[in-house]
């Protein structure tokens, strides 16, 4: 049997969990169940302990029943007094003695008892009683119904765990405190205006962006404060709030879908009134039926009297049970109908934190519905301070806050340290890949030449940058970063290359127009050339030192910012990710370009614009659908290029006129459909590199030796059988590339080759190796690429040669 101390440890923990959506006027409703309850028992006490009817017999028979009329024994002392005429008549008759034993009074009291006493007088106790707990049912239903139960205990869990954890005290002590210093530095700035005007006008607070947790603002001087104690937080707490801003926004979504908790609330306050309106009206009718003296008809043969009297022992007490009762259950009505006024008259389906807005200074604590603005206003009847505490972690301010501590204990200066590498541009470069924000460690790190952010969230760069004074790279790649005033003063002074990479254009940072010390600007992502349609690309004319300008998007037209930094733009690379360039006129803008790289914009010929460049020095049109290129021969206005690549393009042939690039140096047309070269293209005498690779090649022009400052060439993936003599006449050649073709030797005139380091010639049919090769000085067993057979069947000599080369890495 379970033990009645559990179910009193069950409904007071019960209370205690609840009690935070139980407002005052359903706490008072408790305790005048309470009331009501303890009527019913002690009622029913008395039905169990105590004789419930005492009936004495008349000796009068049925000729001349109405000689005693039972009602006058009610008032018997009053009858007496007065002289009524049966009063003697009454005492002879209840006077004399009869022959009735115990068992037929006992039996002759439980007949009339359950024949004559009306069975309101009989049942009230059991009534209250039954009446009470429907009462208590009603009053708790929607804490134990399916539909709600579930919500209700999410919500009351965490909002304890809420109103509990350290996070919120710290919270709202940060904020009251940088309240504070905000009252006093506007009390200094009012007396320093009195004094000395400020020149620079606005000042900080022109610029409209969050504070960092880590940083605070002084008016006087832009420069980080250190941290308070306030915002040292224990790593086990920590990651317990970030653990509860999860859950808060889970169940924020899960709550205020519907209104299910409303209408519970609303359908059981409804069954009360009706309960009370029912149990008022019929107890109000029917408690005059509890009367003291009954008159009760028994059958004769019995007893031998057919008329007794009988006094109903607990009618008195009865009675004044039934009206206390009936008070309480009309205070209980009362509250119920100021329930109904209290869900109708006012807006319950929304919540408003402008006052927690007014008294913590969290600005951005959004306003709920539905269901959980319900249960707020619940929540406000028992204690308006949970939903203050509760509302720091609706708050995404809160939550940034919270995240930079926890990043700051968890990525230290050290581990930063530990991972700085060198990049491409030989910069000591820190990496942070998907991170939940940017820590403050990384301001220590003062060694720090590149910052390389990627997929970090919430990034905001706070005045602590100051301190990186070596900083010169900056990339956010699918990281939208946010500035606060110092910060960005700092990088418009510091700052010489960055690099963006989003998903929208809206992802572009206003600030990065900002940036006049800029050298270099790296874009990858989607872009609109209609400013009007998107202002992504807004005006570059700020930007008057950038030099680079590399563009990875989807343009159709070259965009018209461009023009703006014109005359200093050195150069422009266009990753077109196979979208059509159709317009390229503002090229012609460009006139100090000296690199051009339009990658993947699927051109049928060489813009025109490029032929009106007259600085420029290098062009690139990889990935591109060129098919021939005879307007090549007005690159001759381009008087200063010397290198052209045309590489993966479908070239099938080379025009003759482009012997008129007397300046090009190098020249990239791999990987096209070239079946035979022009001899015309070897009186580029300047030429040094040149790579006609992957092509369809079956032959090489003798006037290749013409080529006399040639130092590197490829013909690999080509089907040449042979070579001729005059490529061995180029001296200057150090790097030669021709595997994966058809060669059946190769001449001992390589021996020629006297600056030979690099020899590729693997994947021919070669036989065997000219033993010339040893004559190659430079030429080591490590820069020479061809099959160990024929490696092997070189003389001992040459391979030792070959080994003790200076390249040889062995």
């Known amino acids: 049997m379970i033990p009645v101390g559990e179910f009193r440890n069950l409904g007071s923990e019960l209370n205690a969990k609840y009690r935070v959506l139980k407002p005052w006027w359903d706490v008072f409703s408790e305790y005048l169940c309470l009331a009501m309850l303890m009527i019913g028992v002690f009622g029913c006490t008395l039905q169990l302990t105590q004789d419930k009817i005492a009936c004495l017999p008349s000796p009068f028979t049925s000729p001349t029943p109405d000689a005693i009329d039972c009602s006058y024994i009610r008032n018997y002392g009053e009858n007496e007094s007065q002289g009524h005429p049966s009063t003697p008549v009454i005492k002879e008759v209840f006077g004399r003695k ?12 439980h007949y009339c008892y359950e024949r004559f006493v009306h069975w309101y ?10 009446h009470t707990m429907i009462f208590m049912i009603t009053s708790s239903f929607w804490f134990k119904f399916p539909g709600t139960s579930s919500k209700i205990d999410i919500f009351v869990t965490i909002l304890g765990k809420c109103f509990d954890s350290p996070w919120t005290t710290r919270a709202l002590s940060e904020v009251s405190e940088e309240r504070g210093e905000e009252k006093l530095g506007s009390w200094r700035r009012k007396t320093m205006s009195k004094e000395s005007p400020d020149p620079q006008g606005e000042g900080e607070e022109a610029v409209g962006l969050l504070r960092s947790s880590s940083v605070k603002s002084n008016p006087e001087k832009a420069v980080p404060e250190p941290q308070s104690a306030l915002t040292v937080l224990d790593k086990k707490e920590g990651e317990q709030a970030k653990a509860l801003f999860e859950k808060v926004k889970k169940l924020r979504t899960h709550i205020e879908e519907g209104d299910i908790l409303y209408l519970m609330y609303v359908l059981q306050t409804c069954i009360k009134v009706f309960k009370f309106i029912l149990i008022v009206i019929y107890t109000a009718a029917l408690v005059l039926n509890i009367q003291i003296v009954i008159r009760c008809l028994v059958p004769p043969e019995l007893t031998g009297f057919d008329i007794y009297c009988c006094n109903h022992n607990k009618a008195h007490l009865f009675s004044k049970l039934a009206y ?8 209980f009505g009362i509250l119920c109908i100021y329930t109904l006024y209290w869900l109708f008259h006012r807006p319950l389906k929304v919540y408003s ?10 600005n951005d604590i959004p306003d709920v519905k539905n269901d959980f603005a319900f249960l707020l206003h619940l929540v406000d009847q028992y204690d ?18 919270l995240h930079q501590l926890n990043l700051n204990h968890e990525w230290t200066a050290k581990k930063l340290r530990a991972r700085l590498a060198k990049n491409a541009n030989n910069n000591l470069e820190l990496h942070l890949l998907m991170l939940p924000g940017l820590p403050d460690t990384v301001y220590d790190i003062t060694e720090m030449q590149s910052l390389k952010l990627e997929q970090v969230k919430s990034v905001t760069i706070s005045p602590s940058v100051v301190k990186l004074d070596a900083l010169q790279e900056l990339s956010l790649i699918y990281c939208p970063a946010r500035l606060q005033l110092s910060a960005l003063n700092h990088l418009k002074e510091n700052l010489r290359v960055l ?6 254009p809206e992802e572009i940072p206003a600030w990065m127009y900002s940036l006049n010390r800029l050298e270099e600007l790296h874009l990858n992502g989607p872009l609109v050339n209609d400013v009007s349609r998107n202002p992504a690309l807004e005006s570059f004319r700020q930007l ?9 998007s989807n343009l159709t037209k070259i965009p018209t910012s461009v023009a703006d930094v014109a005359y ?3 150069r422009l690379t266009i990753y077109n990710e196979g979208v059509k360039l159709q317009a390229s006129s503002s090229l012609k803008k460009l006139t100090n370009l000296a690199s051009l790289e339009l990658v993947a914009c699927e051109l049928e010929r060489i813009p025109s614009a490029v032929f009106s460049l007259n600085n420029l020095q290098e062009l690139d049109l990889k990935e591109n659908k060129l098919t021939t290129v005879e307007e090549i021969l007005s690159l001759q206005h381009c008087e200063r290029l010397t290198t052209l690549r045309l590489w993966y393009n479908k070239i099938s042939y080379i025009p003759d006129h482009i012997s008129k690039l007397h300046t090009l140096e190098v020249l990239d047309i791999s990987w096209n459909k070239l079946r035979k070269l022009p001899a015309r293209l070897f009186y580029c005498t300047k030429l040094r590199h040149l790579d006609v690779s992957h092509n369809q090649l079956t032959s090489l022009p003798p006037e290749v030796g013409i080529l006399q400052s040639l130092q590197f060439f490829s013909a690999a993936f080509n089907s040449l059988e042979v070579l001729p003599d005059e490529l061995f006449s180029c001296k200057r050649l150090k790097s030669l590339a021709l595997g994966n073709n058809r060669l059946v030797g190769l001449s001992s005139r390589v021996a020629n080759l006297a600056q030979l380091s690099h020899l590729e010639l693997k994947g021919n049919r070669l036989d065997s190796l000219p033993k010339e090769l040893g004559d190659c000085p430079l030429l080591s067993q490590s820069g020479l690429i061809v099959e160990d057979s024929l490696l092997d069947q070189l003389p001992p000599d040459v391979r030792s040669s070959l080994r003790k080369a200076p390249g040889n890495s062995s």
């Open 499 to 504: 690099r963006l990479s989003f998903q929208t």
């Open 121 to 130: 007088a009989k049942y009230f106790p059991y009534l209250v009683v039954i």
């Open 353 to 362: 934190f402008e006052h927690v807005r007014l008294e913590t200074g969290i």
């Open 568 to 570: 200093h733009l050195q």
């Open 384 to 401: 308006a301070l949970y939903s203050k505490r509760f509302a720091v972690f609706l708050s995404e301010v809160s939550e940034s806050r």
């Open 324 to 331: 206390c009762y009936i008070c309480f259950v009309g205070v």
């Open 544 to 552: 008057s030192t950038l030099r680079i300008l590399v563009i990875r």
């Open 98 to 109: 009869n022959n009735l034993d115990i068992h037929q009074y006992v039996f002759v009291n």
